[in-house]
């Protein structure tokens, strides 16, 4: 029998710290699945990232693209570049981010 996992939804804020603390993505995973809880990342979580680059800044693309590589080991992979290919058109930037 499988072990069901208590699901996090950690806010904007959590993901962008664990990102400037350079935390092991993968580890972080690992740790917490052994301890019963997964994080999952939402909708608007990634809405949120993306706004970096609608900012049109060199500094605003940089970030949106260190957040998303911090990201990238925990997202799914139906939620990945083709998500935003197909949905959101204006955020290639993020797409290729994530490939």
Known sequence: MTQRLSL????TIIWNLLCDQNIDP???L????AKGFALVISFHTI???ARNFEREDAAGNARG???FSCLKPS????????FFRLYLP????AAASLS
């Open 47 to 49: 809405y949120e990232f």
């Open 8 to 11: 996090i939804y950690p806010d």
């Open 75 to 82: 997202m799914p992979p139906s939620m990945g570049s083709r």
């Open 26 to 28: 993968g580890k972080l």
């Open 65 to 67: 693209r260190q957040l």
């Open 30 to 33: 690992d740790s917490l699945r």
């Open 90 to 93: 204006k955020l290639s930037m």
